[in-house]
């Protein structure tokens, strides 16, 4: 069973809006820290945001209160609401989850991705 699914990723034009779903199961829980991040070709994965078993949220600088995360921790998904949308957030972009030392970017688990591109 994989432990994430993304969901959501689409074609929209600058200025519009996408909603990133990230179905978990198996052994991510709602004790675990879960975040999005995003890869733009030739560039490295980037946090787009965070958010912790609390609720605790962080964002990368570059949202700008573009981006809200949320989960639902009775349906155990995550949620990327991103409004206002610009070329250069076209990227493909991952859920994580469950912090771990010797995971990548500090994470167990990994989706497979979701690509968004937006169009000027």
């Known amino acids: 069973q994989v432990p994430l699914v993304e969901s959501g990723g689409g074609s929209v034009q600058d200025g519009g809006s996408l909603k990133l779903s990230c179905a978990a199961s198996?052994?991510?829980?709602?004790?675990?820290?879960m975040a999005w991040y995003r890869q733009a070709p030739g560039k490295e994965r980037e946090l787009v945001s965070g958010?912790?078993?609390?609720?605790?949220?962080t964002y990368g600088d570059f949202v700008k209160d573009r981006f809200t995360i949320a989960r639902d921790n009775a349906k155990n998904t995550l949620y990327l609401q991103m409004d206002s949308l610009k070329y250069e957030d076209t990227a493909v972009y991952y859920c994580?989850?469950?912090?771990?030392?010797?995971?990548?970017?500090?994470?167990?688990?990994w989706g497979q991705g979701t690509q968004v591109t937006v169009s000027s």
């Open positions: 958010i912790s078993p609390e609720g605790s949220k």
């Open positions: 994580a989850a469950c912090r771990a030392a010797t995971g990548k970017l500090g994470y167990r688990y």
């Open positions: 198996g052994s991510v829980t709602s004790a675990c820290s």
